[in-house]
């Protein structure tokens, strides 16, 4: 399956790309919350969170505007963008796939049954992140049978209990491989094209190298490029009876 890994900044890459060519995107923005007030625990202790560089950006609307506008003219037209974020960035999501007409399909909910607790006593302890899922047209891929299946046969819904896993690899931000799974199998075929326009540590790629999807990923930043390469390179495609004993794995996630 071909895997394409580019080393540059999306707002440029993207227009490179063929219209109409990702039948799946997954996006994994950066939220902007580094550098404010929020705390994060490390090694224990509480820090002012900082993710890195990457997730300081000046005109965050903006931003959002000029990159979903690129995916919107990259996703053809029965094809799906999920967008993942948090409280401080997916309202500034929701209004862009909004001004530019985008039929939203659902709000998933990610609950993280083990997320880091407070470490201050003045707010809620966040345990969720928000997934925009949006199309072009209302004739859009959803394979609603698996998702059915990756939930005892019941109908899936749209609060999804998936704990966060051990990180595999310094990026601070890595998503669980079973929450890409389960959104590679429900929104996308074997051979499908995968587009991941803010790769990090290469999740998305190791999923969509796993079940046989094509995949092209952008990273910015050298280190995690590198780390995302070398994790997607050495990813093994798996056969579809591996598949099967990964859906089962999903239905134990509840
Ligand atoms: C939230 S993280 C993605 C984490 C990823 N989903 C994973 O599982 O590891 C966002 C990533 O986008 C990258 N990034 C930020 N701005 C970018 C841009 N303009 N083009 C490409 N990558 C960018 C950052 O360096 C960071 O690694």
Redesign the pocket.
């Known amino acids: 399956m071909t895997i394409q890994l580019h080393n540059?900044?999306?707002?440029e890459l993207l227009p490179t790309l063929e219209a109409g060519c990702a039948n799946l995107i997954f996006a994994?923005?950066?939220?902007n919350l580094s550098g404010q007030v929020f705390l994060t625990c490390r090694g224990g202790r509480p820090v002012v969170c900082n993710k890195?560089e990457?997730d300081q950006i000046a005109d965050l609307h903006e931003f959002n505007r000029a990159?979903i506008r690129e995916c919107v003219r990259v996703l053809a037209d029965d094809g799906t963008l999920w967008i993942s974020g948090t409280l401080h960035n997916h309202p500034s999501i929701g209004m862009v796939l909004k001004e530019l007409g985008l039929w939203i399909i659902n709000d998933v909910i990610w609950f993280k049954p083990n997320a880091t607790p407070l470490l201050r006593a003045n707010r809620l302890a966040p345990a969720t992140e928000l997934i925009w899922v949006a199309s072009k047209t209302k004739r859009y891929y959803f394979d609603y049978e698996m998702a059915k299946r990756l939930n005892h046969g019941k109908q899936m819904r749209n609060l999804w209990v998936i704990p966060a896993e051990k990180h595999r690899?310094p990026?601070p931000?890595?998503?669980p491989e079973s929450l890409l799974t389960r959104i590679l199998l429900i929104a996308s075929r074997e051979g499908d094209l995968v587009l991941?326009?803010?790769?990090?540590?290469?999740?998305?790629g190791v999923v969509a190298k796993r079940l046989k999807r094509r995949f092209i990923g952008?990273?910015?930043?050298p280190e995690?490029y590198a780390v995302a390469s070398k994790r997607i390179l050495g990813a093994e495609e798996e056969s579809l009876e591996i598949s099967d004993t990964l859906a089962e794995e999903q239905t134990r996630l509840w």
Do not use: C, Q, R
């Open positions: 540059a900044d999306s707002l994994d923005p950066p939220y890195g990457w990159w690899t990026h931000a890595e998503k991941d326009p803010f790769m990090g540590s290469g999740t998305t952008i990273e910015i930043d995690y």
